[in-house]
């Protein structure tokens, strides 16, 4: 391909900064939103936070509620065949054995404990944070305690970290909503660097 592959990517791929935490992914214009909504046939969603130990309210928001606004875009694409959307295996835990790819279903935590609500994880967040803002804690001190909040909701449910946790609650939120779209998750282990091309290691970003 060499010197005609920035021609052709500029041919077939247009460029739209959004924001997936945001009602209709952050999309400003006007026109350019309904000419998405009458144009897209496959929405590929792998837009997350893979920290960790992520803050909580921001994990929540990435991971869990902006699968639901990829998914209530899709819902009025005209064309739509299809939403792709990446989550990882190890919602699954850290269990041994054969482990079945079953669905993450609304309210099933891993180790059994009932009462897993995302209301109430939503408002269990929102008054930890309402309470440090009240205390007037540093910005620091915030991102401490809501990255530990994050850590302590996860594996009273079973899951090791925030990034699992959310990304659970994600896939029970697609499930739970999805209608009639036609919803496919993929949980791949890790995405790691190229095996040959463009070069062997190569991958777009800092590792």
């Not at 819902?75 to 990882?88: D, N």
């Not at 001190?141 to 990304?167: C, H, S």
Request: a negative charge; hydrophobic letters at 40%.
């Amino acid at each position: 391909m060499g010197s005609s592959m920035n021609t052709l990517i500029s041919e077939k791929v247009t460029l739209v900064p959004g924001d997936i935490t945001c009602e209709n992914l952050g999309v400003k214009d006007c026109n350019l939103a309904e000419e998405m909504r009458r144009e897209v046939d496959i929405v590929v969603n792998l837009a997350a936070t893979t920290k960790f130990d992520e803050r909580y309210d921001v994990s929540f928001n990435l991971n869990t509620m902006g699968a639901k606004n990829v998914l209530d875009f899709s819902k009025v694409c005209a064309k739509l065949k299809m939403l792709l959307h990446l989550s990882t295996a190890y919602v699954s835990g850290e269990r041994g054995g054969l482990i079945l790819e079953k669905p993450c279903c609304m309210g099933e935590a891993l180790n059994g404990t009932p009462g897993l609500d995302l209301d109430m994880e939503k408002k269990i967040m929102e008054e930890r944070f309402i309470e440090l803002q009240t205390k007037e804690a540093t910005e620091q001190e915030i991102t401490l305690a809501m990255k530990d909040l994050g850590i302590q909701r996860a594996k009273k449910y079973g899951w090791p970290n925030t990034y699992v946790f959310t990304k659970a609650m994600g896939e029970m939120l697609l499930g739970q909503t999805k209608g009639n779209i036609p919803l496919v998750i993929l949980r791949p282990t890790i995405i790691s660097s190229t095996y040959k091309e463009p070069f062997p290691g190569w991958v777009e970003g800092i590792r």
